[in-house]
């Protein structure tokens, strides 16, 4: 496991095409952020999406997502997306997530629950997360 990725953070910026005709980010579009930010996360523990599939038969799909909107992001914007694991089960984790402008003190634009749930790659059944993917996920506190 990899200390540094207690929490993990990732950037991206907005783009037109992110947002509405006011130039406010499209309130779906933070789902993108947030998924994005996990397939970071998941990369810089070692594992990339398709080889998990391919390998160890299993993929990780959103079972739920509560967000609440705080502030609006906006075109140009440089936006950081945190993800924190606050509850690790036999198949499923649960992220706390975070969408905030870079250097902002003001706090977060958008913030986060989801629970994504490991799932066998074929039957999309429910299976337990394997364990040389616990193994690098951190303790949860």
Known sequence: MCPALTEFSWQVRVYYEDTDSGGVVYYANYLRFLERARTEWMRA???EQDE????VGVLFAV????????RPARFNDLLTVSVRVVERRRA?????QRVQRLDDAGGPLCSALIKIAC?????LAPRPIPEKILREIPDVD
């Open 45 to 47: 523990l070692g594992f």
């Open 52 to 55: 998990l599939i391919r390998d």
């Open 92 to 96: 499923s984790l649960v992220f706390e």
């Open 119 to 123: 799932l066998d790659a074929e039957s």
């Open 63 to 70: 079972r739920s997502a509560s967000l609440e909107y705080q």
